[in-house]
């Protein structure tokens, strides 16, 4: 029950081989391949559930994969290819959301849980031996002093 | 008729519940033992009337009843009579029915159980209990009727989606929602305490069990998932950072740190709050995890429900239940008295920072999961959070975690010495790095993430056991005397070395999946294509009818080295009735190993697509997750959490007058 729809509806519309990365489309340099595959591998199927055209069988993910190699062939680096695919179709396209703004919170909730659990424990930590803190001069004397003013009652 | 009895008996159930709720609450208040004494039967005629729907809904699906709209919907005559029976929670309406039966069911063992839980406790948190029953069997009443008639009923049905016509997915739903539900017996000792305002070592102790127990099931439910998802999409992936997936993996990382602070509190009467708030939270992650697969919101294929009237209630009901048990919470916990010191540098410190790291890992994909969605909604914006984000947030929390189980179980309670403990794991340390400088140097120019993971693996499975040498083992005794002692341990300590043996054996898995090699080609037959030491020849295509499918099967001879192997047998399936096709991987399993073979599509002159992987020691992953589970089972018989098993008579503890 995972992600079936998309590549269904891959197959339902068109009739031909409908698979990931086809044999056809893979490059003949393997090193270009091999950059081919990890950029695709973060870039969203736009028209199916949380998948990346690497794993898609959608005809759009088809048209994306190719014009990725095509764009690594035309000698893009691979920030070049990105940068020209979320010009095309949105920041929607990666599956690493970029670091901005509008993302601030995305990025920074581990670090900002980690460190507000880290800094309750420690203060925590530093509170509990207080309780047994021994008394300093002031508090003793004034134990003192109030232990002799009982004795006296007493002795009275 | 026996469709409307199961109808009547779901509105009953949901009259039960009412009493079950209103009646034991109110005995508690008046502390009247008689109101109190309603819990228990109520909690099992609600079991009874539940059971009877169910059973009602079942006996529909076994004899294709095709005037019920929901067997319609999701059955054909020729469906094999197992997914016949499967089917009735492959489905929406199905799945909430077996969700409120398995909690139905949780009512029952708990009103069962007389020796485990004090009457009082068991009234408030059977009250509790109900109270998501009712919630739950309103929804499917109101929303989801299973029992719904057709009239003029038609002569065949829709048959079941093909994808769930598979054995995986058969068991995946039932052991997924026993996990999810049993948080909900946590969640109610939870809430029972904060009525009562009352927490102690007798309530941590339980509680356990039952989170044990649910732990156990939702771990084999996720890793059932993954198995499936791996031979079932034909890819070859096992985790894909779905939103759904991240939706049960949430309550695991709650629930793995709730499992690790009721310990702390059982045997130090520590961390009560915390562990209080740990219920709540895991269950709510539960129930989000429901929301999120059964609204729709994801508009995900997971979503059988469309209807957004359903989404609204179950976002009712999750408002309701997290935001009042929070509430509950802020108001009564200050009631409940902290206790028991620790030393920072003490098992219960570790389990401490192992509470922190699960509490940071699971807010990342919590947020992860919902932050998409919170953008969309407040500014319009689309952004998309897949595996690539999760892998760089959540490795780096997990990975301090992992290196800090085999210190946790080293150190002494109260007050550890961390110069002893480094002492005592030298050996596993050391050859955890030997391990791990081999494996580099045997392959260089590879993936280091394999080497550096398995090195951790081995790590964590040798550091379990070394709890079990160092408690056993001492220095001129033999080797006799070390076994006979280990034997003595208590199990739930074989249960925790078991359970962290098993987190590194999957790790070793995951890690060794960076040495996977994927071949993808266009095949006549007689053609051969290498994965990795592997090579597969294909033998012959044949068309094939099942049925109800239709299917071109492709047979492959695997070999390594000139000698034969075995064989893999990847077919293309065509679901006749929805027109549905799907793929069969076809799985040659080589000790841990496998090589796995995935068939595109038949091109027209005669060649197919084929992919062939090489995956080494990928059923580790699953294996470990089985150990784990196994760990926790184990650790749940142990004789402190036996229902009924004679208590051993303590001696009377003779307590220290306090000092004037």
């Known amino acids: 029950m995972r992600r079936w729809l998309a590549p269904l509806l891959a197959l339902m519309l068109v009739a031909g081989p409908a698979f990931a990365v086809q044999p056809d489309e893979i490059l003949k340099d393997p090193a270009l391949e091999r950059r081919a595959r990890d950029i695709s591998a973060g870039l969203r199927c736009l028209v199916c559930q949380n998948q990346s055209i690497d794993d898609s069988d959608a005809p759009l993910a088809k048209d994306l994969r190719v014009l990725v190699r095509e764009r690594l062939k035309s000698g893009d680096s691979d920030r070049d290819v990105r940068d020209y695919v979320v010009a095309r179709y949105g920041e929607f396209v990666l599956l690493r959301p970029v670091f901005g703004l509008h993302t601030l919170l995305l990025w920074l909730t581990p670090i900002l849980v980690l460190s507000l659990g880290a800094f309750g424990l420690y203060t925590a930590v530093r509170q509990r031996p207080a309780q047994a803190k021994p008394l300093d001069a002031a508090e003793q004397a004034a134990l003192e002093r109030l232990l002799r003013e009982r004795r006296r009652q007493d002795a009275v | 008729?026996?469709?409307?009895?199961?109808?009547?008996?779901?509105?009953?159930?949901?009259?039960?519940?009412?009493?079950?709720?209103?009646?034991?609450?109110?005995?508690?208040?008046?502390?009247?033992?008689?109101?109190?004494?309603?819990?228990?039967?109520?909690?099992?005629?609600?079991?009874?009337?539940?059971?009877?729907?169910?059973?009602?809904?079942?006996?529909?699906?076994?004899?294709?009843?095709?005037?019920?709209?929901?067997?319609?919907?999701?059955?054909?005559?020729?469906?094999?009579f197992i997914y016949k029976i499967t089917g009735v929670w492959g489905n929406h309406e199905g799945s909430m029915l077996l969700w409120v039966l398995i909690l139905a069911l949780f009512g029952g063992i708990v009103a069962v159980a007389k020796n485990a839980v004090p009457p009082r406790l068991r009234a408030n948190t059977l009250a509790v209990q109900a109270s998501i029953t009712v919630a739950f069997l309103g929804f499917l009443l109101a929303t989801s009727n299973p029992f719904t008639r057709v009239f003029p009923a038609p002569l065949e049905g829709q048959d079941l989606n093909p994808v769930l016509q598979d054995p995986g997915l058969a068991i995946h739903p039932p052991l997924l929602y026993i996990g999810y539900v049993g948080f909900s017996i946590s969640f109610a000792f939870a809430m029972a305490a904060l009525i009562d305002g009352r927490i102690d070592a007798v309530w941590a102790r339980a509680v356990r069990p039952w989170t044990l127990g649910a732990w156990v099931f939702l771990t084999l439910g996720i890793a059932m998932g993954s198995y499936w998802a791996y031979y079932e999409l034909g890819w070859g992936g096992w985790w894909f950072w779905d939103p759904v997936e991240n939706a049960s993996l949430m309550p695991w990382l709650a629930g793995t740190a709730l499992l690790h602070s009721t310990v702390v509190m059982e045997r130090r009467d520590a961390l009560k709050v915390w562990t209080v708030l740990l219920a709540i939270l895991t269950f709510s992650l539960s129930l989000l995890g429901t929301f999120l697969v059964r609204s729709g919101v994801l508009t995900s294929v997971h979503s059988f429900a469309v209807d957004p009237a359903r989404g609204v209630v179950i976002l009712g009901i999750l408002i309701v239940f997290i935001g009042g048990s929070l509430a509950l919470f802020a108001w009564r916990a200050p009631l409940l008295q902290q206790g028991g010191l620790f030393a920072p540098v003490s098992r219960e410190g570790a389990l401490v920072m192992n509470n922190l790291l699960l509490a940071?890992?699971?807010?990342?994909?919590?947020?992860?999961?919902?932050?998409?969605?919170?953008?969309?909604?407040?500014?319009?914006?689309?952004?998309?959070?897949?595996?690539?984000?999760?892998?760089?947030?959540?490795?780096?929390?997990?990975?301090?975690?992992?290196?800090?189980?085999?210190?946790?179980?080293?150190?002494?309670?109260?007050?550890?010495?961390?110069?002893?403990?480094?002492?005592?794991?030298?050996?596993?340390?050391?050859?955890?790095?030997?391990?791990?400088?081999?494996?580099?140097?045997?392959?260089?120019?590879?993936?280091?993430?394999?080497?550096?993971?398995?090195?951790?693996?081995?790590?964590?499975?040798?550091?379990?056991?070394?709890?079990?040498?160092?408690?056993?083992?001492?220095?001129?005794?033999?080797?006799?005397?070390?076994?006979?002692?280990?034997?003595?341990?208590?199990?739930?300590?074989?249960?925790?070395?078991l359970a962290h043996a098993g987190v590194g054996v999957t790790v070793i898995g995951i890690a060794a999946s960076a040495w996977s090699i994927e071949t993808i080609a266009t095949m006549k037959i007689g053609d051969r294509i290498k994965a990795g030491p592997y090579e597969a020849r294909l033998e012959r295509v044949v068309p094939r009818t099942g049925p109800n499918f239709r299917e071109d099967a492709a047979l492959m001879r695997v070999t390594r080295d000139g000698h034969e192997v075995g064989t893999v047998e990847t077919t293309k399936r065509l679901y006749v009735t929805r027109n549905m096709p799907t793929t069969e991987a076809g799985i040659l399993t080589i000790g841990t190993s496998q090589v796995y073979a995935s068939f595109g599509d038949a091109l027209e002159d005669g060649s197919i697509g084929v992919r062939l992987y090489y995956k080494p020691l990928i059923l580790l992953i699953w294996l470990g997750s089985v150990i784990m589970a196994f760990g926790g089972a184990v650790s749940l018989t142990d004789r402190r959490f036996r229902i009924g098993a004679p208590v051993k008579a303590r001696a009377p503890q003779t307590t220290l007058a306090p000092a004037e």
């Open chain 2, 1 to 80: 008729m026996l469709v409307e009895a199961g109808h009547f008996a779901l509105a009953l159930a949901l009259g039960l519940s009412l009493i079950q709720f209103a009646v034991p609450l109110w005995g508690t208040r008046t502390n009247d033992p008689v109101l109190m004494g309603v819990a228990a039967p109520t909690a099992l005629a609600v079991l009874a009337c539940v059971g009877f729907a169910f059973g009602a809904l079942t006996l529909a699906y076994a004899n294709s009843d095709f005037s019920v709209l929901n067997v319609i919907q999701n059955s054909h005559s020729t469906k094999p």
């Open chain 2, 360 to 497: 940071t890992g699971c807010s990342t994909v919590f947020i992860g999961t919902l932050y998409p969605l919170a953008l969309e909604a407040l500014t319009g914006e689309k952004i998309s959070v897949g595996a690539p984000f999760f892998n760089l947030t959540f490795l780096p929390i997990v990975i301090p975690l992992l290196l800090l189980v085999p210190f946790g179980q080293t150190l002494a309670w109260k007050r550890g010495d961390l110069l002893g403990t480094s002492q005592r794991l030298l050996a596993v340390l050391g050859f955890a790095i030997v391990a791990t400088l081999v494996l580099l140097a045997l392959t260089i120019g590879g993936p280091v993430a394999a080497p550096l993971g398995i090195g951790l693996g081995i790590y964590l499975v040798l550091g379990s056991f070394n709890e079990i040498v160092t408690r056993s083992w001492s220095r001129g005794r033999g080797f006799g005397v070390a076994v006979q002692r280990a034997r003595g341990l208590p199990r739930s300590t074989w249960g925790t070395v």
